[in-house]
């Protein structure tokens, strides 16, 4: 590989297992592969997690503090959630 450099890296455990799973299947020729993989994914997501703050949170926070929405409990969004993923299972099932 060019232009790559050693690094040293402590993982969990569980982390541990889930790289070598990804090398032990064949998905991945070595512990680098994924790791890189990961890495490139992370970096992708940056991108679409700034835009989605952006364009989605925080207006949805500008317009409940400006009174033009109002907020849920708790309660109400696990139920609401609860509406949502069992229409989900019915719907694949």
Not at 3 to 10: A, I, M, P, Q, Y
Not at 27 to 46: F, H, I, K, M, T
Request: overall charge negative; hydrophobic content about 45%.
């Amino acid at each position: 590989m060019s232009g790559t450099k050693r690094l040293s890296v402590e993982l969990p455990a569980e982390l541990v297992e889930l790289v070598e799973a990804k090398v032990a299947t064949g998905e991945y020729d070595s512990e680098s592969d994924v790791v890189a993989d990961g890495l490139r994914a992370l970096q992708a997501d940056d991108p679409a997690l700034e835009r989605w703050l952006r364009e989605e949170v925080a207006p949805t926070y500008d317009a409940w503090d400006k009174g033009e929405m109002q907020a849920l409990s708790a309660e109400e969004v696990w139920a609401n959630l609860e509406v949502h993923m069992n229409a989900r299972a019915k719907k694949a099932g």
